[in-house]
């Protein structure tokens, strides 16, 4: 009998995804499309008639705007947010700001699949951090100059241990509202996917992904909704 339940979600289209740019922790807003993406994921997850414990997302405006537009749509607005740079997207390093396609046309199609889609490979860094105020209260050097998604998934790892399984295990729904990247990490882990396969592991836009665990929080049930 499943015992708790967690929904994922990618937050909707970004002005970023829209322009085919390399975002990472730029902090970019959804378009009008994102926002629509965020009321239909918001009408399936109200379908399911779940309640939740507790909303989880970054500290990057596309995923919290999501989040709020998914709570109001699921009228649960009054439920714990919790935003943490844990779950902020994969840092992109010096890529950040870059169109795709352009910087394809400077280094090839295998480079920049590499760059995008491997588990290991660290994109070009960046020179140094400009440390942002949103990021103060977590202390210094909290912003990578860039990161792998290996880097990301041993970032994202301790805030699943310790504020996402444990809530679960209670038996209260929980709701993540994060980024690609993160959210792949996130499915390695939970879906035991082996490292040379995750380049073929997609989270798409506004789909909602629900998992049910039993009481020892092994997935029963895998669904997008």
């Known amino acids: 009998m499943a015992m708790a339940t967690l929904v994922v979600l990618r937050h909707g289209e970004s002005t970023a995804n829209r322009d085919n740019i390399f975002t990472g922790w730029n902090d970019v807003p959804l378009t009008a499309k994102g926002r629509q993406q ?25 995923a919290i705007v999501t989040s709020n537009i998914v709570l109001e749509t699921i009228d649960q ?11 902020n997207e994969r840092h992109y390093g010096a890529l950040r700001g870059q169109n795709k396609t352009a910087v394809k046309d400077r280094v090839g199609e295998r480079q920049i699949q590499i760059w995008r889609r491997s588990f290991e490979t660290v994109p070009p860094l960046l020179d140094h951090v400009d440390q942002d105020r949103r990021y103060d209260r977590f202390g210094p050097k909290i912003e990578p100059r860039g990161e792998s998604l290996e880097m990301a998934y041993h970032r994202l790892l301790p805030y699943w241990t310790d504020e996402v399984a444990p809530r679960l295990l209670d038996g209260k729904n929980q709701l993540i ?25 997609e989270v798409a836009n506004g789909e909602p992904i629900r998992y049910d665990f039993d009481d020892r929080l092994r997935i029963q049930n895998k669904i997008v909704l």
């Open 38 to 62: 965020a009321t239909r994921a918001g009408q399936l997850i109200a379908a399911t008639h779940l309640q939740f414990g507790q909303l989880h997302t970054s500290m990057l405006q596309r």
């Open 77 to 87: 607005l009054y439920i714990p947010v919790k935003k943490s740079w844990r779950l």
């Open 177 to 201: 509202v994060a980024h690609g990247s993160t959210l792949r990490a996130l499915l390695k882990y939970l879906d035991n996917v082996p490292d040379e396969r995750i380049s073929q592991v």
